[in-house]
Nanobody, 121 residues
Framework: QVQLVESGGGLVQAGGSLRLSCAAS????????MGWFRKAPGKEREFVAV????????DYADSVKGRFTISRVNAKNTVYLQMNGLKPEDTAVYYC??????????????WGQGTQVTVSS
């Protein structure tokens, strides 16, 4: 059974930073690509960042490039998202997931509870 537990969200002023964590289990974490996604009120869930199994390759949505950094520690089955230079438009619930297709950034169809990030202007 897949479990995804996100944490680290909160309320921060524009320009601030947060570091999100995601503890994952139920699939072979060390051989899986992992991604971060977010859902803002009234919008569809969208891709944010992805990292390959070894951490050697990453990709980002254009809206967060240069501000967010995804990383992972396979020994801890944990993936992180360091978010710097936060903007009000980054306000959303953030989710992590295993990624089934690197090209399309397609996540599997199960989700954790997410972690709320709110950026005030």
């Amino acid at each position: 059974q897949v479990q995804l537990v996100e944490s680290g969200g909160g309320l921060v002023q524009a320009g601030g930073s947060l570091r999100l964590s995601c503890a994952a289990s139920g699939r072979t974490f060390s051989s899986s690509a992992m991604g971060w996604f977010r859902k803002a009120p009234g919008k569809e869930r969208e891709f944010v960042a992805v990292i390959n199994w070894s951490g050697g390759f990453t990709d980002y949505a254009d809206s967060v490039k240069g501000r967010f950094t995804i990383s992972r520690v396979n020994a801890k089955n944990t993936v992180y998202l360091q978010m710097n230079g936060l903007k009000p438009e980054d306000t959303a619930v953030y989710y992590c997931n295993f990624v089934s297709n690197w090209g399309t950034k397609q996540p599997y169809d199960y989700w954790g509870q997410g972690t709320q990030v709110t950026v005030s202007s």
